[in-house]
Antibody, heavy 124, light 108 residues
Framework: EVQLLESGGGLVQPGGSLRLSCAAS????????MSWVRQAPGKGLEWVSA????????YYADSVKGRFSISRDNSKNTLYLQMNSLRAEDTAVYYC?????????????????WGQGTMVTVSS | EIVLTQSPATLSLSPGERATLSCGAS???????LAWYQQKPGQAPRLLIY???GRATDIPDRFSGSGSGTDFTLTISRLEPEDFAVYYC?????????FGQGTKVDIK
């Protein structure tokens, strides 16, 4: 079964840092671009960041550029999101999501598999 | 960036009725790279349609997508009880990919 499982969310003070993880199983992880998508409480979906299958190219939304860093360890089938300088507006459920097709450039594909999400709350 | 506007914000219908959801783009969506997702409370989004009209794996054929350029439609031919949810469109033809604000389909 294809599955994504996020972890690492929690409560953090403004200006703090948090690292999210997403463990993948059931597919050839290294063949697919992966993304993080977030959803603020009661709001819609916002794409945050993406990384190519090999991990050597990364992409960010303007709202997180310079503060967040996406990476992956294909030997561990795991995706990461390092979040620094967190703000109240970063409060959201963070989902990792898999591209529908292998080998696509990030941002050029729909997401066919999503994790269950991990909640990040930025508050003093 | 391309702004997607979904209408209506809420659609109140009864089981068995036909639902028509619209997604309008501020610019033409390259390659008709438009997807639709269903999201139920407390759950992750679920891919329904990709490439404007391609049905994702295991999606019932009562769900269909159509449209091109700047105007896209998701149609649910006969609403089942499990179809009452929020639906989002997403364009992935231009960077950054963007989502609409959602249409809630609730029970009348």
């Amino acid at each position: 079964e294809v599955q994504l499982l996020e972890s690492g969310g929690g409560l953090v003070q403004p200006g703090g840092s948090l690292r999210l993880s997403c463990a993948a199983s059931g597919f050839t992880f290294s063949s697919y671009a992966m993304s993080w998508v977030r959803q603020a409480p009661g709001k819609g979906l916002e794409w945050v960041s993406a990384v190519v299958g090999g991990g050597d190219s990364t992409y960010y939304a303007d709202s997180v550029k310079g503060r967040f860093s996406i990476s992956r360890d294909n030997s561990k089938n795991t995706l990461y999101l390092q979040m620094n300088s967190l703000r109240a507006e970063d409060t959201a459920v963070y989902y990792c999501a898999k591209d529908n097709y292998a080998g696509m450039a990030p941002g050029r594909d729909a997401f066919d598999i999503w994790g269950q999400g991990t909640m990040v709350t930025v508050s003093s | 960036e391309i702004v997607l506007t979904q209408s209506p914000a809420t659609l109140s219908l009864s089981p068995g009725e036909r639902a028509t959801l619209s997604c309008g783009a501020s610019q033409s969506v390259s390659g008709n790279y438009l997807a639709w997702y269903q999201q139920k409370p407390g759950q992750a989004p679920r891919l329904l349609i990709y490439g404007a009209s391609g049905r994702a794996t295991d999606i019932p054929d009562r769900f269909s997508g159509s449209g091109s350029g700047t105007d896209f439609t998701l149609t649910i031919s006969r609403l089942e009880p499990e179809d009452f949810a929020v639906y989002y469109c997403q364009q992935y033809g231009s960077s950054p990919q963007t989502f609409g604000q959602g249409t809630k389909v609730d029970i009348k």
